[in-house]
């Protein structure tokens, strides 16, 4: 994980940071929720603007990113409330506390680089690890679980959809032959039957499309933002603004037409960004892991 002994390491660079502060527009006093907090990169910034007087309620489903966040804003003290969630459950998460609205709600979807990074949370291809993939470790399931035991034609839906890979009745039809011998539980050894699976070397490398896949489908990860939108928006205050950094077209595809849908039907929302935001080429050189985020912002009429 991202802290070691007393020595704190943040190892994950938060994404399009100054748009996130421009498009919240956060002051001090104000109640502001956090979906995905990780390991507190973009709580901090948004902490510090709110102080004195507000309270950042920091969510994430990993109870590892919660700790490393834990000691991150440990310094903003009272003013900060975190809790191991899943977003989809906010609303009870902000009722529980007592609070009713809010004047800002950030969602920085998918991972972290902590989860990246460690080998034994299995989110990796480049790493030998196991195959589990859970962003929280109380849930059963493993990606192991789904790879060795579903059927084939739904394997190839999972990595063609979630992941966009054209080569997905390849790549699970070779799944299937590798697990009648043995089950497929390291994380090396899936990448490598994908390779095998595929004609050619691209840009990216061949298990990219699906370790996205598998993770998105395991975590349920476009459930979870369909169900927590609605119950984000309806719970801004008139004036309060929602910002969503996605990393795949399937979420920005829910964000856009969520925010389409009260901004038309309901009149209840002023979308900020026509177009999503995206990183500029410096921040891309310096972090490459937001060359696909898009950001979108809309404000609570
Ligand atoms: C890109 S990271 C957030 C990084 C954070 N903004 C920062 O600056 O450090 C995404 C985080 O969202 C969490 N996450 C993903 N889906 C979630 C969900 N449905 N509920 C709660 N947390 C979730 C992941 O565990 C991960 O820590």
Redo the contacts with the bound molecule.
């Keep these: 994980m991202g802290a070691e002994g007393n020595n704190l390491i943040v190892t994950?660079i938060?994404?399009m940071p100054q748009e996130v502060d421009h498009f919240l527009n956060c002051r001090p006093g104000q109640i502001i929720l956090?979906?995905?907090?990780?390991?507190?990169?973009?709580?901090s910034r948004l902490a510090e603007k709110i102080s004195p007087g507000g309270t950042l309620i920091g969510?994430?489903?990993?109870g590892e990113?919660i700790e490393v966040a834990r000691r991150q804003l440990n310094r903003f003290g009272e003013s900060i409330k975190l809790e191991q969630?899943?977003?989809?459950d906010l609303r009870e998460v902000i009722q529980s506390r007592g609070i009713e609205k809010l004047d800002g709600i950030l969602f920085?979807?998918?991972?972290?680089s902590s989860?990246l990074q460690d080998p034994g949370r299995g989110f990796s291809f480049r790493a030998d690890g196991p195959l589990d993939m859970r962003?929280d470790n109380r849930e059963e399931s493993q990606a192991s679980d789904l790879v060795n035991r579903l059927g084939r034609k739904e394997l190839e839906w999972i990595i063609r959809e979630y992941g966009e890979e054209r080569f997905a009745g390849r790549i699970s039809r070779r799944i299937v032959e590798e697990r009648a011998s043995r089950p497929i539980l390291s994380t090396t050894r899936l990448a490598q039957i994908v390779t095998d699976a595929l004609p050619g070397r691209g840009k990216i490398h061949p298990a990219t499309r699906t370790f996205q896949a598998i993770r998105i489908y395991l975590?349920g990860?476009l459930d979870?933002l369909e169900q927590?939108l609605p119950e984000a928006i309806s719970m801004l205050k008139s004036g309060g603004r929602i910002c969503v950094i996605s990393f795949h077209s399937l979420e920005d595809r829910i964000v856009k037409f969520e925010f389409r849908r009260w901004d038309r039907q309901e009149g209840m929302l002023r979308i900020l960004t026509r177009k999503p935001v995206r990183p500029g080429i410096e921040e891309v050189r310096r972090n490459p892991r937001s060359r696909s985020a898009k950001l979108r912002a809309a404000e609570k009429l």
């Excluded at 969630?85 to 989809?88: A, L, P, Q, V, Y």
């Excluded at 920085?108 to 972290?112: E, I, K, P, R």
């Design positions: 994950h938060p994404v956090d979906c995905t907090v990780g390991e507190g990169g973009h709580a969510i994430d489903r990993d990113a969630s899943n977003f989809r920085d979807l998918g991972v972290n989860q962003m975590n990860e979870a927590a």
